[in-house]
């Protein structure tokens, strides 16, 4: 039977979105059990790379590419499972295997079915490796659990908290052993649900190994520091040098440049870590609020313990963050302010230039006056030198009493009356022709 289409075509990302959810489960881990985790940072290394190593696990020689598309992948070994996580920064790579209650593991796993040399040929420099036991026994009286948990750590000092409403004890020193491993114990309930065990164990190691990913901050920031020391200082040197006018603009400029240059560069080169580690240090503090940590007597809990050091650190990573941030700002706004002198100071030129054109023009102006004044007398000269020449021609013709020296000297107010008023029109339609023309424009 035909199935029928109730729904508008679906959205090309819809499926992926809506499984995300899904993504990364946690693992279903019987107690007792040992998980041992190790991650490695990926940057330069490609999933076809992880894929490669992981093919080598006992019979995943054939692992298909599309298996390492989602990320995540849960690889059953018989009485191991790994499970492969990678993130945009890390890959994780998690061995369960199970656990007699002495603290040994199964003679499988002794045999080598994930060994250390598999371990130890994980691709990419290690940062996190955490062994987490998870141990069954009772939570009351605390004392004899506590007990129980820190004879896995010897004289060292431990931190320990229950978990949720009393379901689970969690203990660890947060020292790194010989063997390169962090140490963590946790204590279930007879009975516990190994969902349960497998979601204590992921919040504890995502906590461990996003606190370490948060704290790749810290050695930038004061990798930085001096830098930052610096700029401010050159700084306040240029902003003194700007307010007191001892050095040109040119030179400022190019100061203000190169300064300007040196903090992108750095804001280029390390907002990423910075803008990673607030982003790790949220999903620390949201790891912590769900462990629902509770205190036990004459213990230090996890959360109080973690965020009294990492809280300093967290705050001098944001502190430097913040500098560069209001370092660049500075010197934008001392740029705007070189810039406003420098306007200035070529608004003051133009003006000087514009003054300088209008003195010219009034200088041209005298000299076109002058050059009209002589333009008329000279073709007043020329008029009256014609009709002199005229009116002789007129006495040799047989007009014997015609004095032509007389009509000349007669006519010439007349004719200069006449050039200067032609003169006068001509200028006035030329003027007329010139505001028509600018008006146009």
């Known amino acids: 039977m035909e199935q029928i289409q109730r729904l508008p075509a679906e959205e090309a990302l819809r499926r992926a979105l809506h499984d995300e959810i899904h993504a990364r489960p946690p693992a279903q881990i019987p107690v007792p059990a040992r998980v041992r985790l190790v991650a490695v940072l990926n940057n330069g290394l490609s999933p076809s790379q992880e894929l490669a190593h992981l093919r080598t696990l006992p019979g995943q020689a054939d ?74 026994g009772p939570l009351e009286p605390w004392a004899d659990a506590l007990a129980t948990a820190q004879a896995c750590f010897g004289a060292s000092q431990t931190t ?25 114990v946790v204590i279930l309930p007879p009975g516990a649900s190994s969902g349960r065990a497998g979601r204590v164990s ?91 940590e509770r205190p036990i007597a004459g213990t230090r809990m996890l959360g109080d313990y973690l965020m009294r050091r990492l809280t300093p650190a967290f705050a001098t990573v944001y502190a430097a963050e913040r500098r560069l941030a209001e370092l660049s700002e500075r010197i934008a706004r001392a740029s705007a302010l070189l810039r406003t002198r420098v306007d200035i100071a070529t608004e ?20 076109q006056s002058t050059v009209e004044g002589l333009s008329i007398a000279a073709i007043s000269y020329y008029v009256v030198s014609l009709l002199l020449y005229g009116g002789k021609a007129l006495k040799a013709s047989g007009w014997g009493l015609f004095n032509p ?23 006035a339609r030329l003027s007329s022709t010139t505001e028509h023309q600018a008006r146009s424009r």
């Open 63 to 136: 692992l298909p590419d599309l298996a390492v598309v989602s990320n995540f992948l849960s690889i059953d070994l018989g009485s191991s499972t790994l499970l492969w996580e990678r993130h945009s920064e890390f890959s994780r790579y998690s061995v369960i295997s199970p656990m007699f209650s002495g603290g040994t593991t199964t003679a499988a796993e002794d045999a080598g079915v994930i060994g250390d040399d598999w371990i130890r040929a994980i691709p990419g420099p290690m940062f996190a490796a955490i062994e987490l036991q998870l141990m069954e």
């Open 160 to 184: 320990a908290s229950l978990l949720g409403q009393g379901h689970s004890l969690a203990m660890t020193d947060f020292q790194i052993r010989e063997d390169g491993y962090e140490h963590f």
């Open 202 to 292: 992921q919040r504890l190691l995502e906590l461990e190994v996003y606190r370490l990913m948060a704290l790749r901050g810290l050695p930038v920031a004061k990798l930085i520091s001096p830098l930052l020391n610096e700029c401010e200082r050159q700084l306040a040197e240029l902003t003194a040098a700007l307010e007191a006018r001892s050095v040109g603009e040119a030179a400022l400029l190019d100061q203000l440049i190169h300064l300007a240059a040196q903090v992108e560069r750095a804001t280029a080169e390390h907002s990423f870590r910075f803008g990673a580690t607030r982003a790790y240090a949220g999903l620390v503090d949201q790891r912590l609020r769900e462990l629902r």
């Open 348 to 367: 003051a030129q133009n003006q000087r230039l514009l003054e300088g054109l209008h003195q010219g023009q009034a200088l041209q102006l005298q000299l």
């Open 405 to 427: 020296e007389l009509f000349a000297g007669i006519v010439m107010p007349l004719v200069l009356f006449l050039v200067w008023r032609a003169t006068r029109r001509v200028h």
